[in-house]
């Protein structure tokens, strides 16, 4: 499985940005899929995560009603929308699938894209 993500950028705080994540494989839509994140001289943290359908969701608190995770598996990609942007959401985001069934509060993934880097001014 191929990761590639895209999307991020420079944005004002208040401000709106869309990530996307596009994978390789014919069996995308049995991967459930996560967002990560990491600041500079921190630990990655996790952001967001998607059951393979996107029936269900589940987000770290500190983006809570302003990130959406989404999915489309006829175009096997995964996306974050993310509004209001903070200064603190300041990072360098990764995607991730694991192709085994997981519970979605689960840190665990198998395969990894490369960052997509995100500077929020303020």
């Known amino acids: 499985v191929q990761l590639q993500a895209s999307g991020g950028g420079l944005v004002q705080a208040g401000g709106s940005l869309r990530l996307s994540c596009a994978a390789s494989?014919?069996?995308?839509?049995?991967?459930?899929m996560g967002w990560f994140r990491q600041a500079p001289g921190k630990e990655r943290e996790f952001v967001a995560a998607?059951?393979?359908?996107?029936?269900?969701?589940y987000y770290a608190d500190s983006v809570k009603g302003r990130f959406t995770i989404s999915r489309d598996n006829a175009k096997n990609t995964v996306y974050l929308q993310m509004n209001s942007l903070k200064p603190e959401d300041t990072a360098a985001y990764y995607c991730?699938?694991?192709?085994?069934?997981?519970?979605?509060?689960?840190?665990?993934?198998?395969?990894w894209g490369q960052g997509t880097q995100v500077t929020v001014s303020s």
């Open positions: 991730a699938a694991r192709t085994a069934v997981r519970s979605l509060n689960s840190p665990l993934y198998d395969y």
């Open positions: 494989g014919r069996t995308f839509s049995s991967y459930g």
């Open positions: 998607i059951s393979w359908s996107g029936g269900s969701t």
